[in-house]
């Protein structure tokens, strides 16, 4: 597998004017525009600029760090696609290195690892479960009510923490070391509804946790720690969630 980090530096008041005139924004009435969260509008720019090669899971870090995200899709193949992209959506992702930006950036990714290797990392995640309705739920909230007598003593960063080493440890991928919750907020998402009968969608607020851990993990399994990288941690990682950012140990 081949696993690339790509970057670009996406132009921030330009993608708040693209969010909000095709309505993929949180508009509040009573105080005007609100970004809560670019997540949706960042996915329909990629999609436009990269069609089904768009790049996930990705993080946007904001203006100065810009948009991280992982492909492993070759970058010359990218390229090419993010070379007939509508001029306005590469001006906003910052695709155009002549306009004054970075352009698009891309650095192959380590794929292969030995086990016991140990890792920094920082990841933003969105936990949560579904549950039998079809709805999301707060891992945090769903544990305080299924355990009331431990509700006193749970904490989101222990409950948060707990949720992380179980996402490492599909397929035995990677082993959790340490965790501290260093962010916490909840947000509304704009995601597409459930599809109706007619088999229309529309769109609407989903309000849940966001978290940014960090911490030290240890890898168990190559392969799977390979993979795990490449498709990112938990739900929504089309949306912005999910991507693991790994350091060498100080």
């Known amino acids: 597998m081949n696993l690339h980090l790509m970057h670009c530096l996406p132009e921030t008041r330009q993608l708040a004017l693209w969010g909000e005139r095709h309505q993929l924004l949180h508009m509040k009435k009573s105080t005007g525009y609100q970004q809560n969260d670019a997540g949706y509008a960042l996915h329909a720019l990629l999609r436009t600029a990269f069609g089904a ?27 090419q696609n993010a070379a007939l992209a509508p001029p306005e959506v590469a001006t906003v992702l910052g695709l155009d290195a002549g306009a004054g930006t970075l352009g698009l950036i891309f650095r192959r990714y380590p794929t292969i690892w030995q086990t016991g290797h140990q890792l920094n990392f920082e990841v933003r995640v969105r ?18 009510e299924r355990k009331p007598s431990d509700s006193a003593i749970l904490t989101r960063a222990s409950v948060y923490s707990e949720w992380l080493r179980q996402q490492l440890l599909r397929h035995e991928a990677a082993k959790l070391v340490s965790a501290e919750l260093i962010q916490f907020r909840l947000t509304s998402l704009l995601r597409q509804t459930v599809p109706q009968a007619d088999g229309s969608r529309t769109r609407g607020l989903v309000t ?9 993990l240890e ?11 490449a498709r990112g941690i938990g739900r929504h990682r089309a949306f912005g969630f999910g991507l693991l950012l790994l350091r060498p140990l100080a």
């Open 53 to 79: 090669l768009a790049p996930k899971p990705f993080w946007y870090r904001g203006a100065r760090e810009g948009l991280l995200a992982f492909t492993t899709h070759d970058p010359e193949s990218l390229r």
């Open 127 to 144: 936990p949560v479960v579904r549950v039998r309705d079809g709805a999301e739920r707060d891992v945090f909230q769903l544990q305080a």
């Open 208 to 216: 849940g946790p966001e978290a940014v851990l960090t911490g030290r």
């Open 219 to 229: 890898v168990n399994n190559p392969e799977a720690f390979s993979s795990l990288l």
